[in-house]
């Protein structure tokens, strides 16, 4: 793994193309069907040819070997913090942990952020999660079905907590774009890459000093993330599909995966009470997101959450 003070390797990192991303080319985009995504993800896989669409301006835009001198600054000036190390361990505290989540919207909940609170400060909210105790920040950046803004992760980095971006990874030229955006960890979602490609991923991830947070939903997806030596493994309780949420979900999977992994649990989580019901299942830590944008005092939630006096309702 390279150093975080060091310049990353030039010659694709982890087996991953240093130039443009071409469709089929290894640590590209991926192909929907066949390839990484399942041939029945039809609403995965349009959210994924969007990304791949900006993925392919941006790099006209700009080259990956100018993102490479960029990062290599970023990488002597700016350290990172661990998502792993304030998360490990949660699952023999009282309470688990919390990465709460800045999310303008989704193609589930729709529009969240600023309804019926006269506009939305990313900042503002970030503060009430820390307020409330929140171990992480995570950023939803993805722009055309999640509303999400790159600058909304550049402006609560700041504030201290680790910060997850989440978006949807295809290549390393992404993974490069969120060194500069400041991220700490990088979602990569384990059901849009082929397994190799997920490991190389992970890989290339690590190397740029970011941390590997992968997301799975089913048994396929949990062998392929054990393979690809994550540390960091998220639970979604919702088919990015369908959007239908399966509370069991985590607690099908969490006896597959292994005890020196950090488990977290994700989406459907709309009360305190639900994420102390998951901690009891073995989750170090919950990803809430929909429940605090929601929230008309998120802090509070939170503090419910830990059995704090002045806890808001969920």
Do not use: C
């Amino acid at each position: 793994m390279t150093g975080r003070g060091q310049a990353p390797r030039r010659d694709g990192a982890a087996g991953l193309p240093a130039g443009p991303v071409r469709p089929g080319a290894a640590g590209g985009p991926v192909r929907p069907a066949p390839g990484g995504l399942r041939p029945e993800a039809g609403r995965l896989a349009a959210i994924v040819a969007s990304v791949q669409r900006r993925l392919a301006e941006r790099q006209a835009r700009r080259p990956e070997a100018a993102l490479e001198r960029a990062v290599e600054q970023v990488l002597r000036h700016q350290p990172r913090r661990s998502l792993t190390a304030v998360l490990a361990g949660g699952r023999h505290r009282p309470v688990p942990a919390v990465i709460a989540e800045i999310k303008r919207a989704s193609p589930a909940a729709g529009r969240l952020a600023g309804a019926g609170r006269g506009g939305f400060d990313p900042v503002e909210q970030a503060r009430a999660y820390q307020a409330g105790g929140a171990a992480a920040l995570s950023v939803v950046t993805e722009p055309d079905h999640f509303h999400g803004d790159v600058a909304d992760l550049e402006r609560v980095r700041p504030l201290g907590l680790p910060v997850l971006q989440k978006d949807f990874v295809v290549s390393r030229y992404q993974l490069l774009e969120s060194v500069l955006a400041g991220a700490d960890a990088v979602l990569l979602i384990a059901r849009i890459v082929p397994p190799r490609e997920l490991a190389r991923l992970v890989r290339a991830a690590e190397e740029l000093g970011l941390e590997p947070f992968v997301e799975v939903n089913d048994r396929r997806d949990v062998e392929a993330a054990v393979a690809a030596g994550a540390r960091l493994i998220g639970v979604n309780h919702r088919d990015l599909d369908t959007f239908a949420i399966d509370p069991d979900r985590f607690a099908a999977l969490v006896p597959l995966l292994p005890d020196a992994v950090v488990r977290v649990a994700a989406s459907g989580i709309t009360t305190p009470q639900r994420a102390r019901d998951l901690h009891a299942l073995g989750a170090d830590a919950v990803l809430v997101g929909e429940a605090l944008m929601r929230s008309g005092d998120p802090a509070g939630w939170l503090r419910q959450l830990a059995g704090a006096p002045g806890g808001g309702g969920a």
